[in-house]
């Protein structure tokens, strides 16, 4: 692969290039596969990527172009390469914005105390202490820890510099019940090692695979069509996706945000702040694609919008003197309730979880469900819960229970009265 310096060099050199933004990115892994519980493969690997987003003004008006550089790639293509896209740039001009400048510095650095490998094992090991069951097992596990670094530079003479660490492993847990096997799927990444809440995390998916091979038909029970019905884990991630895509210079200035500053989102008083950081969220980031370094900024409190996020591009556009920047990891802060002693149901796994932040629909088919009658749980499957994220969200409630996800800390469980359940 060409040095980034040389590459550098290159850019400079052409006179038609009027900035340029430059992101390299290191990636060590090692990775094991398994079938049940025996190693099929073990494995490292090394990339590395070099991506360089070419800007070409006309007049008052600015293109852009992608061009990603390959290790085939000597001095004369990248040349090629630069050229092609310049000619690119100025055949789809967008009204002038400029990039990031004098940004405070970031060189985030992680301390690895064991090599790869030797944690990729010990998560193995945590991952193999839950599957213990008689009727259930793991049929297949892949295990990923990686070390990554980005670095950043770009013609205002921005450099940026971090290094991140994650764990990833995907498992299919299955559940016999002597006639039938029924499957479930478990993506599980976290930025530290936690041997307890793998076990744990594996230890709850082949449970809710028992309850899925129990799971009644809804037409079997009779339940309120007003029950309670809590979401957590992929459908809880979407729906801060949701409120934060609302929060952005973007969806301000394209007029796609269903909220403006000040307007009420919900009755319910929480608090979103989005961060370049949290500890467990893996998606965490100190800077983003335009080099903006990150801290925190609070964008809904006490229910109410209050500020915006998002990229220099839109932030220009919205004629914001110092855009926030484009973050991708939140808290929610809210009062929990107290949910427990009356009927519920808590939905463990859409089919295919969906919310389409124009119209609002979020929900989908059930897989697994749970319906706490007043007394005892019956597993539930093969229903479809629906809803309008936009007029729930006004009276949902949060449970006391927390967690932490690939980009959101704060109550596990969503809380929403009046869906669609059928």
């Not at 990603?68 to 790639?73: L, R």
């Not at 799927?185 to 995390?201: G, L, Q, V």
């Not at 973007?250 to 989005?274: C, E, K, Q």
């Not at 819960?385 to 729930?392: D, H, L, P, Q, S």
């Amino acid at each position: 692969m060409i040095r980034v310096e040389t590459l550098i060099n290159l850019i400079q050199g052409n006179v038609d290039i009027s900035a340029y933004e430059l992101t390299h990115i290191t990636k060590r892994s090692s990775e094991l596969f398994f079938v049940k519980k025996g190693m099929e493969l073990n494995r490292a690997t090394n990339t590395e990527d070099i991506s360089i987003v070419v800007y070409a003004d006309v007049e008052d008006k600015r293109g852009i172009s992608n061009v990603t550089i390959t290790s085939a790639d000597d001095e004369t293509i990248v040349q090629e390469k630069l050229k092609q896209a310049v000619k690119k740039a100025k055949t789809a001009l967008n009204p002038y914005f400029p990039l990031a400048e004098k940004q405070p510095v970031v060189d985030n650095r992680v301390n690895l105390n064991e090599d790869l490998n030797t944690t990729a094992l010990k998560v193995a090991d945590a991952i193999s202490k839950a599957d213990s069951f008689k009727d259930g097992q793991l049929n297949a596990t892949e295990i990923f820890v990686s070390f990554v670094t980005r670095e950043f530079y770009n013609s205002n003479d921005v450099k940026q510099r971090e290094e991140k660490f994650s764990i990833e492993f995907e498992t299919i847990p299955t559940w016999s019940d002597g006639k039938e096997e029924y499957e479930l799927y478990k993506y599980y990444r976290n930025n530290h090692f936690d041997a307890e809440n793998i076990t744990e995390e594996v230890n709850a998916i082949l449970t809710l695979s028992k309850y899925r091979s129990e799971a009644k038909k809804l037409s079997e029970i009779t339940i309120s069509k007003d029950v309670p019905v809590l979401m957590y884990g992929e459908m809880a991630s979407l729906i801060v996706k949701n409120l934060e895509d609302n929060g952005t210079y973007r969806a301000d200035v394209t007029h796609s945000s269903h909220y403006s500053i000040g307007s009420v989102v919900s009755n319910a008083p929480f608090d979103l702040t989005v961060f370049g950081g949290i500890d467990g969220c893996s998606a965490s980031k100190g800077f983003d694609e335009n080099g903006v370094a990150l801290s925190q900024k609070k964008i809904i409190e006490e229910g109410k919008m209050v500020a915006r996020f998002g990229d220099i591009r839109f932030g220009h556009y919205a004629n914001v003197a110092n855009p926030a920047g484009n973050y991708s990891v939140a808290k929610v802060e809210a009062e929990g309730l107290e949910y427990k002693n009356k009927p519920y149901i808590v939905i463990d796994h859409f089919s295919a979880p969906q919310l389409e932040t124009a119209s609002g629909y979020f929900g989908g088919e059930v897989r697994l469900a749970r319906y706490f009658d007043g007394e005892k749980m019956i597993p539930l499957t093969s229903f479809t819960v629906t809803g309008n994220i936009y007029e729930a969200v006004k009276s949902v409630r949060f449970s006391k229970e927390q967690t932490t996800t690939t980009n959101y800390q704060g109550p596990k469980y969503f809380i929403f009265d009046h869906l669609n359940i059928v």
